[in-house]
């Protein structure tokens, strides 16, 4: 006894499964892409809750990538190009040292051990104020006397917060995407 059967619509079922790598890696790049603008989103916002006085640079300056790399890894990255974000995230001096803070694996820093003066006239802002910096007076020249600051993390806890986030943000382009395209 033979059989035979027909099956209706395989070429088309083989075309969609042609398109389906390179779908899906658009929409996982695409995703990573939502994941690192969320991540923005939580450090401008803790940025906004925890500067007094602030012109907006530090936040202007933050920076977001995402990038294949030649293994098939896609990567996203948040960072800023303001040195002052390095000095927020890490903390200075003694005071930055002592703080507690997440550092990166593989990582070292180092921190000045010296305490340092600025000069008064040199600042538009009172740091006795804000920062509680000492005022001292050296040869009738007035300088804020420190040790450096906290660590005030703003981009490691915003990517971690993202990262918890990531797998609910890329399925859903996935899911999008294979909707739309398949």
Do not use: C
């Not at 907006?56 to 790399?69: A, F, M």
């Not at 180092?110 to 000069?119: A, H």
């Not at 490691?156 to 996935?174: H, N, V, Y």
């Amino acid at each position: 006894m033979q059989f035979s059967f027909e099956i209706k619509g395989l070429d088309r079922l083989r075309e969609k499964l042609k398109k389906l790598p390179g779908v899906t890696e658009e929409a996982i790049h695409d995703g990573e892409e939502d994941v690192m603008d969320q991540a923005e989103a939580y450090a401008v916002e803790e940025l906004q809750k925890s500067i007094k006085y602030s012109t907006g640079e530090l936040t202007r300056s933050l920076r977001i990538e995402v990038k294949l790399k030649s293994t098939g890894e896609i990567v996203g990255r948040l960072w800023s190009n303001d040195p002052i974000a390095v000095y927020r995230e890490f903390g200075t001096g003694r005071n930055g040292e002592k703080s507690p803070k997440i550092t990166p694996p593989n990582v070292t820093l180092t921190y000045r051990q010296t305490t340092w003066f600025i000069p008064v006239d040199k600042v538009d802002l009172d740091l006795t104020a804000i920062y509680g910096m000492q005022k001292i007076k050296i040869h009738d020249k007035e300088f804020y006397r420190t040790n450096g600051q906290p660590a005030r993390q703003f981009l490691t806890p915003a990517i971690e917060k993202a990262g918890r986030d990531a797998d609910e943000i890329i399925s859903k382009r996935i899911k999008e995407a294979l909707s739309e395209n398949l």
